[in-house]
């Protein structure tokens, strides 16, 4: 099994920046491709990015183009998602997930973190 851990969300006006992380553990592996969701309340939860963790590609939702990265860190079992000129509808839990491959993790059948706050004012 693989063990999936966020940390970086919190509480920030629009237009800031956040940078959020994701430590796998276990069964590292296994992991080929990684990516972040969002759940906003009342909403179902959304993919936002993913990044293949062999080759670097990564994917992007429409509503964060431009505006989010997703990347590598140097050990395979990292990965960030740096956040620039945060809306408010940004605001959301924002889950870490591992798979391996991208249509696993777009497919939402991988491996989940616990989640992490990340809620913009206006």
């Known amino acids: 099994q693989v063990q999936l851990v966020e940390s970086g969300g919190g509480l920030v006006q629009a237009g800031a920046s956040l940078r959020l992380s994701c430590t796998a553990s276990?069964?590292?592996?296994?992991?080929?491709?990684m990516g972040w969701f969002r759940q906003a309340p009342g909403k179902e939860r959304e993919f936002v990015a993913a990044?293949?963790?062999?080759?670097?590609?990564?994917y992007y939702a429409n509503s964060v183009k431009g505006r989010f990265t997703i990347s590598r860190g140097n050990a395979k079992n990292t990965v960030y998602l740096q956040m620039n000129s945060l809306k408010p509808e940004d605001t959301a839990v924002y889950y870490c997930?591992?798979?391996?491959?991208?249509?696993?993790?777009?497919?939402?059948?991988?491996?989940w973190g616990q989640g992490t706050q990340v809620t913009v004012s206006s």
């Open positions: 990044i293949s963790v062999s080759s670097g590609s990564a």
């Open positions: 997930t591992a798979a391996n491959s991208i249509p696993t993790i777009r497919q939402e059948l991988g491996s």
């Open positions: 276990g069964r590292t592996f296994s992991i080929y491709a």
